[in-house]
């Protein structure tokens, strides 16, 4: 059974920052590419960013409004991705839910190429 945990949400002030960890099991972390997606509340879940599986080129994308602010990474041999969170502001609150997907790199964004996700976890900015 596949399963993908995230941890470290909670509630930070405007401009500060947060580290998420997505640990999974049951699938061969390498093998796929590990995205985050985020949902506010009335929004649809969008994209935030992934983590390309080594053998793709593990390279990283980010959605526009948090390049250059969030930073993906992995650790294939504890099967663990962290994304991490900078200058955050009242619009990066959300949930914020790790996925794993096996998709070719055209279609990564895609919330419907991700097989497995996480359960959430919440992120709350305010002043």
């Known amino acids: 059974q596949v399963t993908l945990t995230e941890s470290g949400g909670g509630w930070v002030q405007t401009g500060g920052s947060l580290t998420l960890s997505c640990a999974a099991s049951?699938?061969?972390?390498?093998?796929?590419?590990m995205g985050w997606f985020r949902q506010a509340p009335g929004e649809e879940r969008e994209f935030v960013g992934v983590?390309?599986?080594?053998?793709?080129?593990?390279?990283?994308f980010y959605e526009d409004s948090v390049k250059g602010r969030f930073v993906i990474s992995r650790d294939n041999a504890n099967k663990i991705s962290t994304l991490q969170m900078n200058n955050l502001t009242a619009e990066d609150t959300a949930v914020y839910y790790c996925?794993?997907?096996?998709?070719?790199?055209?279609?990564?964004?895609?919330?419907?190429?991700?097989?497995?996700w996480g359960q959430g976890t919440q992120v709350t900015v305010s002043s």
């Open positions: 996925a794993s997907s096996q998709a070719a790199l055209s279609a990564v964004r895609l919330l419907y190429m991700y097989k497995t």
């Open positions: 049951g699938l061969n972390f390498r093998d796929y590419h």
């Open positions: 983590s390309i599986r080594p053998g793709s080129g593990g390279r990283t």
